[in-house]
Nanobody, 122 residues
Framework: QVQLVESGGGLVQAGGSLRLSCAAS??????YGWFRQAPGKEREFVAA????????FYADSVKGRFAISRDNAKNTVYLQMNSLKPEDTAVYYC?????????????????WGQGTQVTVSS
């Protein structure tokens, strides 16, 4: 079983940037995804990356502002978040995707981290 640990969250002003990291306990060539959950809302898809980094996927709400990447040598996935908005405030989770499943669906992911809080002030 793979354990995922997110880090890099914090408090930032609108327009600022943060970089989240997700470290896996073991090497895996699975695809990864980032999701977020704001208070009182469903957990939603943010971004995903294929096993070799060759394909990336983004929610429309973050396209052009966020960038997902991975370093397989470090068993780590990153989410660079720029031009942050107050509506980006949420707990951000990384997750490992099951093979041959849809990148955008929460049900496609089998291992989840504990989450890291991102708060964007206006």
């Amino acid at each position: 079983q793979v354990q995922l640990v997110e880090s890099g969250g914090g408090l930032v002003q609108a327009g600022g940037s943060l970089r989240l990291s997700c470290a896996a306990s073991a090497r895996t060539f699975s695809s990864y995804g980032w999701f977020r959950q704001a208070p009182g809302k469903e957990r939603e898809f943010v971004a995903a990356i294929s096993w070799n980094g060759g394909s990336t996927f983004y929610a429309d709400s973050v396209k052009g502002r966020f960038a997902i990447s991975r370093d397989n040598a470090k068993n780590t996935v990153y989410l660079q978040m720029n031009s942050l908005k107050p509506e980006d405030t949420a707990v951000y989770y990384c997750a490992l995707k099951r093979p041959s499943s849809n990148y955008y669906y929460r049900q496609s992911y089998e291992y989840w981290g504990q989450g890291t809080q991102v708060t964007v002030s206006s």
